[in-house]
């Protein structure tokens, strides 16, 4: 019985991954019908400084809240 999970596992990580590989690329096909390179790459460029960003303000915001309430934040030693 241990061998389900791991398989499921498997399985699930292999069917996300196709789709996700197929989406892709289907994607990418679609904006390279109707845009150039160089737009492509500078609007995945923006997106992903604006994800950074927010990522690091949400980062800043948790420990500050976490701080607030008094959680320990440190590092076990």
Excluded: N
Excluded at 22 to 27: A, E, L
Excluded at 29 to 57: C, H, N, P, W, Y
């Amino acid at each position: 019985m241990d061998w389900v999970p791991v398989v499921f596992i498997i399985f699930k990580v292999a069917v996300f991954g196709a789709a996700m590989f197929f989406s892709v690329k289907w994607h990418y096909d679609q904006d390279k019908k109707t845009r150039k390179t160089g737009e492509v790459l500078s609007a995945v460029g923006k997106i992903t400084v604006i994800f950074v960003l927010s990522l690091m303000v949400l980062l800043f915001v948790t420990f500050t809240l976490a701080r607030m309430l008094g959680l320990d934040m440190a590092f076990p030693r």
